[in-house]
């Protein structure tokens, strides 16, 4: 029963924002709803058992992508000119074109009869994680590290100003 | 999870999510609009691994591609907002039929 009214105060919080996200026509809302979205994530997340992947979440995503998505509203002037509708899809497409993927996976979803493993006890995931990232996937982290590194080199590049003598 | 809580509550949260994070992409002309959607949708993708890795026994290969997803969401996401800052210093927009010439 907790859990219940847990879930869907977390799902309340997390479809709300995006719809937030999604319908506002002022940018600024809209990136002020994003933390709603990605908080109630978290919640979702830790309601999974999933507590090493939610501190990352909260770390990455409220700490370093909405940071960044602030910023860069804010060095924007003007960003509120921009219309919202789309010249090439407009509001109403857009809704069919999301209504059908919608109504496409929710029918996957009732349909499928999902294999479930027999409930276990959540149990702290740092350990077993940090022993999977320095042994079965090793090599996807090194790799991992090394996209990382050519993002912050890109982004540098792209982002400054080029002075000509 | 006790509750009543199933699989189906978390995937139709999730494609929930993924939809508006679609409506979203598909009507902003403001570059930092369609990026936020994108996010919307890798955290409904991120919904679907965890709950598949929960629901299957609490393995953690679905929790590792969750971070694996995090990680390039914000690589995408420093250089996609570096690539509006540049096309703002261009264009001084960031309407994205703006810069559809791909002139400089």
């Known amino acids: 029963m907790l859990a219940q009214v847990i879930f869907y105060a ?3 919080l997390t479809v709300g924002s995006a719809a937030l996200v999604a319908f506002s026509r002022n940018i600024v809302y809209s990136t002020f709803a994003l933390l709603g979205a990605f908080m109630g994530a978290v919640g979702i997340y830790i309601l999974l058992a999933a507590d090493f992947v939610a501190m990352v979440q909260l770390l990455v995503y409220v700490g370093g992508i909405l940071v960044l998505t602030i910023f860069a509203v804010m060095l924007t002037a003007g960003i509120g000119d921009v219309k919202v509708s789309n010249r090439a899809v407009g509001t109403g497409p857009a809704i069919i074109v999301a209504g059908v993927a919608a109504i496409v996976m929710l029918y996957a979803v009732m349909r499928t009869q999902w294999h479930q493993a027999a409930v276990f006890t959540p149990a702290p995931t740092t350990y077993a994680i940090g022993n999977a990232f320095l042994g079965d996937y090793v090599l996807p982290f090194e790799v991992a590290s090394l996209v990382l590194l050519a993002a912050l080199i890109g982004a540098i590049v792209i982002s400054r100003h080029e002075v000509r003598e | 999870m006790g509750g009543g809580i199933t699989l189906n509550h978390f995937l139709v949260l999730s494609l929930i999510i993924f939809s508006l994070g679609l409506f979203t992409v598909l009507t902003r002309r403001n570059a930092i609009g369609i990026l936020m959607g994108v996010e919307l ?3 409904s993708a991120n919904i679907n691994y965890l709950a598949f890795a929960f629901y299957g026994g609490g393995k953690y290969d679905g929790q590792i591609f969750a971070i694996f997803v995090i990680m390039l969401a914000a690589a995408e996401a420093v250089i996609g907002l570096a ?13 994205v039929d703006a810069a559809e010439t791909l002139r400089g």
């Open chain 1, 10 to 12: 977390l799902a309340a």
């Open chain 2, 41 to 43: 949708i890798l955290n």
């Open chain 2, 83 to 95: 690539v509006v800052l540049a096309i703002y210093q261009n264009f001084k927009t960031i309407d």
